[in-house]
């Protein structure tokens, strides 16, 4: 089975769970699962597998590596190191017919549903510097399998943590990047948006970080909230 078939399984599923979480869940859990999905947004998906994997835009301590991929697993994202080659691809190619994701040529609903992926293969000189991590390649061969026990653990403690814990993170970002990419690039060139960015954690101002792919700081005026910069300014060593 591919990944993007093993991802589209996982967000139809975690949509679903929606059902029992409105009937069983609290206000607070809504919440507190929007909070914790911020967190995993700025330490793993936007801080990690966009800023740090895909552009090396700064360095960080050890510690760090561990954090982005165990929590990466929460976003349903899929492994850092297809998603930051692929990315390192989008930049290459943005708004052509060989980018991987372009709304534009490729239509929003494709885009925003993840099913493009079906149709991408990708090249080895965007995968080449990330195949040389061995935390990297050892969390892409054990991503689903990870995620499944998660999945299974979360349920046998609880299965509100399981809901709000793992599949409430999982709709948000799917819904997040898909506004991202949908609406963060039009007219064939790339282009700020505020609804992606509350749901990304500052990765909205997309064009400024098409004009400063290698700046950590995508957020350039001081309106422009960016909250997974200042968390990378907490914790970079260079």
Avoid at 82 to 109: C, L, M, N, V, Y
Avoid at 115 to 131: A, N
Avoid at 207 to 230: C, F, M, S, V
């Amino acid at each position: 089975m591919e990944n993007t078939t093993k991802l589209l399984i996982n967000h139809t599923l975690c949509h679903l769970l929606l059902i029992p979480a409105f009937i069983y869940g609290e206000w607070w859990m809504f919440i507190a699962g929007f909070f914790w999905w911020q967190i995993i947004a700025i330490v793993a998906i936007s801080g990690g597998y966009h800023r740090y994997y895909s552009h090396n835009s700064f360095k960080a301590r050890k510690w760090y590596p561990y954090a982005i991929n165990i929590l990466g697993m929460f976003s349903g994202a899929g492994p850092a190191m297809t998603w930051a080659a692929t990315h390192r691809h989008h930049h290459a190619h943005h708004d052509t017919e060989d980018d991987p994701h372009s709304a534009t040529i490729k239509g929003w609903f494709p885009v925003y549903v993840n099913t493009w992926g079906y149709d991408f293969k990708i090249k080895r000189k965007f995968i080449k510097r990330l195949l040389k991590d061995r935390l990297l390649r050892w969390f892409h061969v054990h991503y689903f399998k990870l995620n499944i026990a998660i999945i299974v653990v979360f349920t046998i403690i609880d299965p509100l943590l399981m809901i709000f814990g793992y599949a409430v993170p999982v709709v948000l970002a799917f819904h997040g990047y898909g506004l991202l990419n949908v609406l963060g690039h039009k007219g064939g060139k790339p282009n700020n948006t505020i609804i992606g960015n509350i749901l990304t954690a500052g990765e909205g101002w997309h064009e400024n970080h098409h004009n400063r792919a290698g700046n950590y700081k995508i957020g350039q005026k001081w309106w422009e909230l960016d909250p997974t910069a200042w968390f990378i300014k907490a914790i970079r060593i260079n």
